[in-house]
């Protein structure tokens, strides 16, 4: 074809040799025609998309990093902190008593009744002892990397603006996630792939769904692409019905009449941008369906992450598990891994909303959550990535203690529950904070979110206050106007 | 107080006597201690904001706080928490710089000497910006600077007053405008703008041959009497008033009846109604026009932010709520008409600018009345005659069902005639236009933003802030709910408010060349940026409000501007000195918004259905239980290939194409959208199917006008219908080689992807 000749040599060859392995897995021949358009100057593209000017992060932290990528778990519903993380005796001792100066008070769904122990006993984990729940027989093999944080509490009680707080820290939707942030920060360490990738459970979006890892007020760029095994990215297979021959042939074409056109428009960074960032898309279009390909890993590996356990909610979220392995050792820097969705119906069915029946919800969702997750730690560590990977457990908010008035299950407690930390300049094997007596209340250093997320930001480098985006009248911050931190977590 | 003494003053000339409460000098604390105080604690611990009950503002509040033990420095708190320890650093304060030794040792003698307080002094936290900020001032009666005899105005340069203001500024930044645009770049430059859509060919070859000195002018008038402006500029004002047709946070359940408010703006914008009838509308629509729908429907401005449905049982959690209800009307109300963030002082006196907590909560007074519901819309005489009709037609059932199992003939018989009237009766639609109720008459400030905590009491009013300019006003507590949103509006409109037109003409100069002269339209307060020609907009603003509130002869003396009639080139010196081209040296380019990529691709491909209003489409699959899920489509028919102003847009809705460039989520009110580039991007326009589709359907359009034998005059057309030009020899070579070997579809394919397609110069 009389095309440019430039056109033609333009071929990454690092991608062309990985031909044989896409074939399968990338709609046939068409990914090989996409590599052959991919240019030469990825040097200068280290930023994924980072193509419109950054005001803040160039890519660079303010200080020295503990962690260089993060990895958050996210269990929606309000995962109860008093039946998994954090052990009250007194609970068991007066189970069926008023909870002290506080009868019959009205939460989220209504009354309340009585205290209620946990349904199954808590067991000592580790070298530290630490007290945790006898159905994570997994996880509690963890607990010696692990910086529990018990005194956290929410500013909402509602699933949505809660899960939306844990996230960005504003309870208004239309703010930045903290994986946003950190893109913005950092940007992306791989240029095939985005800083930020948020991993839905197979059974659905959680509460609030987009708004979790929406780029809020920062540039589109900096929104999570969603991928996960049940879900590929969107728009990332090429169209069907389109042979290989003609994408190539169309694209080399569309890249002729872009050249050309900036050659008449001089000055234009713009366009100049745009013509790279297909060449970007390709290179996703490559590496999307390589990073999705589980089936490159052994089958010990398989065995680990439990992704064909006869459950298939577990087998999906130890897929994702898998998945948010390979995203972190690929160099994303930010990923939000959920187990499990929003309510759908009946409470606790599809999530950690457990305000009915306690026991029958959570015998469903903690072997869901166990293996798979411990197994991504274990993996992690093994590998050598908690070095430099700092590890989050998240949810919205705890549960009461005393159950809903009439049955066996809790309502939601925003005034008191559980996150914790993990890996990369974490200190292992430390409980901060706590919650009063019953769990009712975080009475021993009182943590927010945005003491959580400063910490968070330090361990990445950067400052917190720092970390700013001009919007609407402020120079606004993921800590918002607060912010402590978190000193005893750090190792 | 205990030990009282006398403290050897700091100030070496000045002893301040601390006995019986009187002060000599007792300027000495004002100007030696109260200024520590103000720069480090008050801005936190006062009574207005502080949520741990330490207040150091006042006397009073200071003796009962504990934290001064008068006489005795060591052992009080304040002196002990603002000290470090060893190595720790101070505790005080949280979120600013450490005091100074010197600062501490203030204090120090200070409290060593009694800690006396002048009487009735009270600390104030000052905004960095008072009412002598550039934009709560009175308009300017500004005049457009006389080009001097020395001054080498281009030609043409000197008529429109715009152009004046602008060569001014150009001049002193060393800097000179471009060329007139060509006229094909001027023609696609203006249909864009002022439609959202590419010209015909038959209109670019109209305007290119038109030698007459008004071909232009004519094409301005044709383009602001199309039905498309108003799409295009009511598109705009749509993100400007956060409207969305969802309810947002976890329920997020589609609202299906508030597009008529969308076809409400798009035909004002078109009836170019004056804009201070549509704010008055916005906010008091029921009083102007009550039950008009078509005057009522403007009411779903106050309604069509997001709102929590989900419900709460915990009392205190619930008003909160409530109260975040009605602060996002504040946000939206002061923010689009203002351009003032009065959001930022729910919680504490505004930090930046003039604007007190009070003010915040005089506003909430206003609309402490609204709540976000739907309405039976209609005339309150037929309304009346409907509820009648249906209360005796229930009377008439229950009486039925009463007597005995069968039923009774007569009864039958009335029923069915009530039906049939009621049947007669025009049905009143329902709209998303709010429910009203009047507010409890003692209304206070929520102290530090908390629902429990009650501060002073508070009446609807105007705001202090431009107080000194624009005739106030102050209901009482008693005042009607309508009357406080009318008397809201009126003020905002009222012929000495300064910021509504000010603002509202910033908005239009930032749409048509792509940065406001206030390059943050939303933000006309201290951390917003300044205007780069203050002249120019107060002269606009006096220019709306001679013309009666009227954007079109505005927009018609701005577009016939030189300025903007200029080319787009980039020149290299100018490109040095100013890139951002903030100075209009030339006119800047800018990418499509994503409605407009999304009109102009079904345009060229001839399948854009221009059928005005109605219920929206959607590019989603929607579902709800108890919540409401959005997964996007892939496959999309023909009842989609309307302008996008009519899709429905649902908050936190992942939409293909249109939330990859940049359309925005409408969960806060959005004055600019940030053109971003990404790959996302390039991975929807080259993989989705509807891309695929309107290649397939473009490509059927080129051979149907070209020929399906003659492949030269194909790509001919194929270049016209997208870039309204025709190839050059090497295009026209290369993309003949592609259709001989791929078919039409991969031309219309890389077409409809290039960045010439993106762009208007």
Redesign the interface.
């Known amino acids: 074809?009389?095309?440019d000749e430039s056109l033609l040599n333009c071929v990454d060859e690092t991608v062309l040799s990985r031909r044989g392995l896409l074939a399968d897995s990338f709609r046939g021949l068409a990914g090989v025609a996409i590599a052959s358009l991919l240019g030469q100057d990825g040097g200068t593209n280290r930023l994924?998309?980072a193509?419109?000017p950054q005001p803040s992060g160039a890519g660079t932290p303010h200080f020295a990093p503990r962690a260089k990528r993060v990895l958050q778990i996210f269990c929606p519903g309000g995962a109860s902190h008093i039946d998994l993380w954090e052990h009250k005796p007194s609970l068991e001792k007066l189970d069926g008593q008023p909870l002290p100066g506080e009868t019959g008070v009205?939460?989220?769904?209504?009354?309340n009744g009585n205290l209620m122990r946990s349904p199954w006993p808590f067991q000592p984990a580790g070298a530290s002892g630490k007290m945790v729940s006898s159905l994570l027989p997994h996880m509690a093999r963890h607990v010696d990397d692990i910086a529990f944080v018990h005194s956290m509490y929410s500013k909402?009680?509602?699933?949505?603006?809660a899960?939306v707080f844990m996230n960005t820290g504003s309870?208004?939707?239309?703010f930045p996630a903290a994986g946003a942030w950190v893109g913005y920060a950092l940007g992306s360490a791989n240029e095939n792939l985005p800083a930020y990738v948020a991993i839905p459970d197979i059974r659905?979006?959680p509460?609030?769904?987009?708004?979790n890892w929406?780029n809020?007020?920062l540039?589109?760029?900096h929104q999570a692409?969603v991928i996960a095994d049940h879900q590929p990215?969107?728009?990332?297979?090429?169209?069907s019905?389109?042979?290989a021959?003609?994408e190539r042939?169309?694209?080399e074409?569309?890249n002729?009449?872009?050249e050309?056109?900036?050659t008449q428009?001089?000055?234009?960074s713009?366009?100049r941008?745009?013509?790279n960032?297909?060449k970007?898309?390709a290179?996703?279009?490559l590496s999307a369906p390589e990073i999705l390909n589980l089936n490159a890993e052994t089958a010990a590996t398989h065995r680990l992450y439990a992704t064909a356990d006869p459950n298939p909610l577990k087998a999906a979220y130890g897929r994702n598990c898998l998945l948010a392995r390979r995203l972190l050792e690929q160099g994303v820097r930010y990923v939000n891994l959920y187990c499990a969705s929003?309510?759908?119906?009946v409470d606790g069915l599809l999530n950690w909303d457990a305000h009915k029946t306690l026991k029958a919800d959570y015998e469903r969702h903690l072997p869901i959550f166990d293996e798979p997750t411990a197994a991504l730690l274990t993996d992690l560590k093994q590998r050598g990535l908690l070095n430099d990977t700092l590890v989050l457990w998240t949810t919205e908010f705890g549960r009461m203690p005393t159950q809903q008035e009439g049955v066996p299950g809790r309502d939601h407690n925003p005034d008191g529950f559980t996150c914790w930390m993990m890996g990369a300049g974490v200190k292992g094997g430390v409980s901060v904070g706590a919650t009063d007596e019953f769990g009712r209340r975080a009475a021993v250093d009182p943590t927010t979110v945005w003491d959580f997320y400063a910490t968070v930001l330090h361990l990445l480098g950067l400052s917190h206050t720092q970390l700013t985006y001009?919007h609407?009248?402020?120079?606004r911050r993921l800590t918002d106007?607060h912010g402590?931190l978190l000193r005893q977590v750090l190792a | 107080m205990r030990f009282r003494r006398c403290w050897i003053a700091i100030v070496a000339s000045a002893v301040w006597f601390a006995s019986g409460g009187d002060c000599l000098w007792a300027g000495v604390f004002e100007e030696q201690v109260a200024p520590i105080l103000q720069k480090h604690c008050v801005r936190c611990h006062q009574s207005s904001t502080d949520r741990s009950g330490l207040s150091l503002a006042t006397g009073p509040e200071v003796a009962a706080s504990g934290a001064v033990e008068p006489g005795e420095p060591d052992s009080s708190l304040l002196l002990q928490v603002v000290s470090p320890h060893g190595d720790e650093p101070p505790r005080m304060p949280?979120?600013s710089q450490p005091l100074s030794v010197d600062e501490i040792e203030k204090l120090r003698q200070w409290i060593a000497a009694g800690a006396d307080w002048p009487k009735d002094y009270v600390i104030r936290v000052k905004a960095k910006a008072d009412r002598s900020w550039w934009s709560l001032r009175p308009l300017a009666d500004a005049s457009p600077p006389e080009l001097g005899a020395h001054t080498t105005a281009p030609k043409g340069w000197g008529a429109n007053p715009i152009d004046r203001f602008i060569l001014a500024q150009l001049q002193a930044n060393g800097l000179r405008p471009n060329p007139r645009a060509d006229r094909a770049a001027l023609l696609r430059r203006v249909t864009y703008d002022l439609t959202g859509l590419p010209p015909t060919l038959a209109e670019l070859a109209e305007f290119t041959n038109d030698p007459a000195p008004d071909a232009y002018e004519r094409v301005v008038d044709r383009l602001l009497a199309s039905p498309r402006y108003g799409e295009q500029w009511g598109r705009h004002w749509l993100d400007v008033v956060r409207f969305g047709e969802s309810t947002?946070?976890?329920?997020?359940h589609l609202v299906d009846n508030a597009w008529p408010f969308r076809d409400y703006i798009i035909q004002s914008f078109n009836a170019d109604k004056p804009f201070d009838r549509l704010v008055t509308e916005h906010l008091a629509g029921d009083a102007v026009g009550g039950g008009d729908p078509a005057v009522e429907v403007g009411l779903t401005f106050l309604v069509c932010g997001?709102t929590?449905i989900?419900g709460?049982?915990?009392?205190v959690?619930s008003l909160q709520?409530r109260a975040?209800g009605v602060d996002?009307i504040i946000r939206a109300t002061s923010?689009a008409f203002l351009g003032l963030?009065v959001?930022?002082a729910r919680c504490h006196d505004h930090k930046?600018?003039p604007i007190l907590q009070a003010d915040y909560h005089r506003l909430y007074s206003t609309f402490a009345g609204v709540f976000h519901a739907d309405r039976n819309v209609a005339p309150k005489a037929l309304l009346a005659e409907r509820a009648e009709l249906e209360a005796r037609k229930r009377a008439l059932a229950e009486a039925n069902a009463a007597a005995d199992a069968t039923p009774n003939p007569e009864i039958e018989r009335q029923l069915a005639e009530l039906d049939a009237q009621i049947a007669k009766l025009p049905e009143p639609p329902n709209l998303r236009v709010g429910r009203f109720e009047q507010p409890a008459a003692e209304q206070f400030v929520y102290v530090g933003g908390d629902v429990t905590r009650r501060g002073e009491p508070i009446t609807p009013a105007s705001l202090s802030t431009l107080a000194d300019v624009t005739m106030p006003y102050e209901l009482s507590g008693e005042a009607a709910e309508q009357t406080r949103r009318l008397m809201l509006a009126r003020w905002l409109v009222s012929r000495d408010n300064p910021l509504t037109p000010r603002v509202l003409v910033n908005r239009l100069w930032h749409y048509h060349f792509g940065r406001g002269i206030v390059a943050?339209p939303?933000?006309f307060?201290f951390?917003?940026e300044k205007p780069t020609h203050p002249e120019l907009l107060d002269w606009l603003a006096r220019q709306l409000l001679a013309n009666g509130w009227r954007l079109k002869p505005l927009h018609k003396l701005i577009v016939m501007s030189e300025t903007y009639q200029q080319s787009s080139?980039?020149r290299?010196e100018a490109?040095q000195v100013d890139a951002g081209s903030q100075w209009l040296w030339r006119f800047p380019?800018r990418?499509l918004a994503a409605e407009e990529l999304r009109d102009s691709i079904l345009f060229v491909a001839g399948q854009l259905n221009e059928q005005s209003g109605g219920p929206g489409f959607k590019l989603y699959d929607y579902s709800r239980?108890?919540?409401a899920?959005?997964k996007?489509r892939d496959q999309v028919g023909p009842e989609t290939f309307r302008r996008a102003v009519y899709h429905q847009n649902a908050?936190?809705?992942?939409v293909?194409l249109l939330?990859?460039f940049?359309a925005p989520?409408c969960?806060?009110?959005v004055?600019r959208r940030?053109?971003?580039?990404?790959?996302?991007?390039?991975?929807?326009m080259?993989?989705?199917?509807f891309?695929?589709q309107m290649a397939d359907l473009l490509a059927a359009r080129v051979a149907q006008t070209a020929g399906t034998q003659n492949m030269s005059e194909q790509v001919r057309v194929a270049f016209q219908l997208t870039l309204g030009r025709v190839p050059?020899a090497?295009?026209q070579?290369?993309?003949e080689?592609?259709v001989a070997?791929?078919q039409l579809r991969?031309?219309c394919?890389?077409?409809l992807?290039?960045?010439?397609f993106?762009?208007v110069?």
């Open positions: 074809m009389p095309l994924w998309a193509t419109t009205s939460t989220f769904q209504g009354k909402s009680n509602t699933h949505g603006p899960c309870i208004f939707e239309g659905g979006e509460p609030n769904g987009q708004a929406s809020g007020f540039p589109a760029q692409v990215v969107r728009n990332v297979a090429a169209p019905g389109v042979s021959d003609e042939a169309t694209r074409y569309l002729f009449l872009n050309k056109h900036e428009h001089p000055g234009s713009e366009l941008a745009r013509i960032a297909y970007l898309a290179r996703m279009q929003r309510a759908s119906g001009y609407n009248g402020l120079n106007v402590n | 949280k979120e947002g946070f976890e329920v997020n997001p929590d989900v709460n049982s915990d009392p959690k709520i975040d996002e923010e963030t959001g930022c930046f600018d943050t939303s933000d307060g951390m917003g080139a980039a290299d490109m380019p990418r239980d108890n919540v899920t959005y996007p908050r936190a809705a992942r293909d939330t990859d940049d989520d969960a806060y009110s004055s940030v053109p971003t580039t990404t790959p996302l991007q390039a991975l929807a080259l993989n989705h199917p891309l695929l050059l090497e295009e070579i290369a993309a080689a592609l070997q791929h991969a031309l394919r890389a077409l992807n290039c960045n010439e993106l762009y110069n």
